[in-house]
DNA sequence: TGAAATGTTGGGGCG
DNA sequence: ACGCCCCAACATTTC
């Protein structure tokens, strides 16, 4: 047992991979005391296989950053709350800080974790590192919380946001003796075989250092064009930085301050970076339902759904997986998301309005694929925005707002840029054929015709929409 | 952070 | 010159 003088402090990491601008690990330094950085793989949440792969490198790079400040990174698998407890027992630590989550498992296991602490007279320390503004700080004029983006966008520009973020400690202290700790390897978090991931690392290099570049580069140029071109999945006018976000190797508060200040020095950075910060708010909006409604991760949002007569029609729900349902802007975002973990957020929707609307398949089956195949799965950030495109959520898309996969792909994917490269097999249409292959008169090779007819199936999408109205 | 159906207008071809 | 039709082009409403 360590002398009371230099009991440790044990660090719990979670979605808050990294040394810069954390407050729990900053509180910890600032104690003088050892620390003792741990993260635990807990499997009784399930976690995406694309997230797994990611975690992976994200645990390997934060290993490191810990090891730059003289510490090192304690992996344990198992139940957290045991977990602890038994870090607590063999390293005498005196408290756990931690950042806090907001997934309802989560929010329930930091209950149970302060309750047991504070029994055992232990210091439990809770600080807020993933969002801008937390989930109960905003508010409307009636005291409750917002179910509609625009007032809740309103209510956030309207309250002070620290943006001034931490310093990295500089050197931890060591505890006298080190927990054991498992061997990454071991938890074989990346596949193997089959190697369904061997092209992540081509588009992604996970942890801050990855972070840290994607965000430089997005700051000192897209983000000037953000406004024009975030739409247009041919231009790769995006941040990219959501799975960094998602798991906090990059913290929103050092996003939001560099575009703030980007915008600053330059006025005509201004139009992106709003628009830029609109999107960062969306994020904040998706958490605030999830953790006001912990039920819409399973659950339609407006319960008038409930009744909604989904098809459970296997045949199209694996053609839009794979990407073969004939229509050239969805199988382009469906191979995208199957070779690179990631799609266009414009995609994202085309897809999911096909999945839900054309296909009539309900979105949480949409969600499920996404969640195991994305790299930036999020469980707020899924949740709300399927339920918004399916027209089931707050402050949704109107049941009526069906997106024309031929339309959304000649206006937001012009020149045919996009398709050709996810879509190889009809790279040598011509621009006007490209968003509408079966129109061109030379026989294609193995690309099928469409699964549904659109018009055909809008008609049908309206006709289930209207049948659960009152 | 739509699209289709329907309505309206106005220019030009043409008898 | 005039009326008529056609149909873009734009506006409105409907889903």
Redesign the pocket.
């Known amino acids: 047992m360590p002398s009371l003088f230099n009991r440790p402090i044990v660090v719990w990491f979670r979605n808050d991979l990294r040394i810069n601008d954390h407050p729990a690990l900053h509180a910890a330094f600032k104690k003088n005391a050892p620390v003792i950085p741990i993260y635990i793989l807990n499997q009784e949440f399930k976690i995406g296989s694309a997230s797994l792969w990611w975690l992976e490198g994200s645990l390997v790079a934060l290993r490191k950053s810990l090891e730059s400040i003289n510490s090192r990174l304690i992996l344990r698998r198992g139940e957290p709350l045991e977990v602890l407890h038994n870090i607590i027992k063999c390293s005498g630590a005196k408290a756990i800080y931690f950042s806090r989550c907001y997934e309802p498992t989560f929010v329930e296991q930091e209950k149970n974790l302060a309750k047991f602490l504070n029994k055992k007279n232990i210091e439990c320390r809770r600080f807020s590192g993933s969002l801008l503004i937390e989930p109960e700080m905003v508010k409307s004029k009636t005291g409750n919380a917002f179910k509609v983006?625009t007032p809740f966008y309103n209510a956030c520009l309207n309250m002070e946001i620290i943006n001034e973020p931490i310093p990295a400690p500089r050197i931890l202290l060591s505890p006298d003796e080190w927990p054991k700790s498992d061997k990454l390897e071991s938890w074989r978090l990346r596949p193997s075989q089959p190697n369904w991931a061997a092209e992540f690392s081509r588009y992604w290099s996970p942890g801050s250092i990855g972070a840290q570049s994607r965000l430089k580069d997005f700051i000192s140029g897209k983000i000037y064009n953000y406004d024009k071109y975030r739409?247009r999945p041919d231009r790769n006018g995006t941040s990219t930085l959501s799975p960094y976000l998602h798991f906090g190797e990059l913290s929103p508060r050092e996003v939001y301050n560099n575009v703030c200040s980007a915008n600053i020095l330059d006025n005509n950075c201004s139009l992106g970076g709003k628009a830029y910060l609109r999107?960062l708010f969306?994020r904040e909006f998706s958490y605030h339902l999830l953790y006001h409604w912990p039920k819409i991760a399973g659950s339609n949002f407006k319960n008038s759904f409930d009744i909604f007569p989904w098809r459970d029609d296997e045949e199209c729900f694996h053609a839009w997986k794979v990407g073969m349902t004939g229509y050239p802007i969805v199988d382009a975002g469906m191979r995208q998301l199957w070779k690179t973990g990631w799609m266009h957020n414009?995609v994202r929707?085309i897809v999911a309005s096909f999945l839900t609307k054309h296909l009539l398949i309900s979105w949480e089956k949409g969600a499920s694929w996404f969640w195991d195949t994305l790299v930036d799965a999020d469980l707020a950030n899924n949740s709300a925005s399927w339920q918004w495109v399916a027209g089931c959520g707050a402050d949704a898309?109107p049941y009526?707002?069906?997106?024309?996969p031929i339309?959304?792909g000649e206006?937001f994917d012009p020149e045919g840029d996009y398709v050709r490269e996810w879509v190889p097999e009809i790279c040598r249409l011509s621009n006007k054929f490209i968003h509408r292959p079966w129109e061109n008169p030379i026989p294609l090779g193995n690309y099928p015709e469409p699964i549904v007819d659109?018009?055909v199936a809008?008609q049908r999408a309206?006709n289930a929409y209207?049948s659960i109205k009152r």
């Open positions: 983006f739409d999107e969306w414009r929707m898309a009526f707002r069906i997106f024309n339309i959304q206006k659109h018009r809008r309206l209207q």
